[in-house]
Every structure is written in structure tokens, then in C-alpha cells.
């Protein structure tokens, strides 16, 4: 029993490094992704200020951050839940054994 326990407890931690991994490679995407939004923005203003620029090509790259945002806002979304569902089931096995350690020691005083 406590060695799958213990295995369970590596797997699960396996799995929150790996969405904590995740989420920091998500958060960079962001961080790129809300730059590249924030030049089509410039641009956009640039545009309504008089400048002449290819109203197509702002448009296009507006959609195509926007499109790239949400999937990644998707991606971290899932990818918090993943921790979360982790953390939540580290937060099981820890009173599982606490609750073995109990057993254990009325078992040891009875004897």
C-alpha cells in the first residue's frame, strides 16, 4: 500500500512540475503574443491618425495575435486546472499518510 502510495505521490509531482513547466512556457507565449498585439494596436492608431499603412495587413495581424492570445489563454487555462488537480491530490495522499502514520503507532502502542 505505501509503495503505491509513494508511487502515486512521484506521478503526481511528475505532473505539477510538468503544468508548472507549461505554464511558464504559456506565460512567455503571452508575453510575446501581448507585444505583438500591442505593435498592431500602435498601428491601428497610426491609422486612424491619418498614416498610411495596409489597412489589410493590420487587420490580418490583429486576428492572427487575437487567434494565437486565445489559444493560449486556452492552453493555460487547462494547464492551471492540471495544477491545481495535482496540488489537490498531493493534498490526499499527504493526509493518507498522515492517517497511515496514525494507524501505524496505535498498532505499534498496542503491542
Avoid: C, Y
Amino acid at each position: 500500500f505505501v509503495q503505491r502510495t509513494e508511487w502515486s505521490l512521484q506521478l503526481m509531482t511528475q505532473r505539477a512540475l510538468e503544468a508548472e513547466s507549461n505554464v511558464e512556457k504559456l506565460k512567455q507565449e503571452i508575453f510575446i503574443l501581448q507585444g505583438e498585439l500591442e505593435s498592431s494596436k500602435v498601428e491601428n492608431e497610426n491609422l486612424k491618425a491619418g498614416q498610411t499603412t495596409d489597412l489589410g495587413a493590420v487587420k490580418h495581424n490583429i486576428d492572427f495575435a487575437l487567434q494565437n492570445l486565445h489559444k493560449i489563454i486556452t492552453s493555460a487555462n487547462w494547464s492551471i486546472r492540471q495544477l491545481a488537480s495535482g496540488a489537490e491530490s498531493l493534498h490526499f495522499v499527504a493526509e493518507v499518510l498522515k492517517s497511515t502514520g496514525k494507524i501505524s503507532e496505535v498498532e505499534a502502542e498496542k503491542e
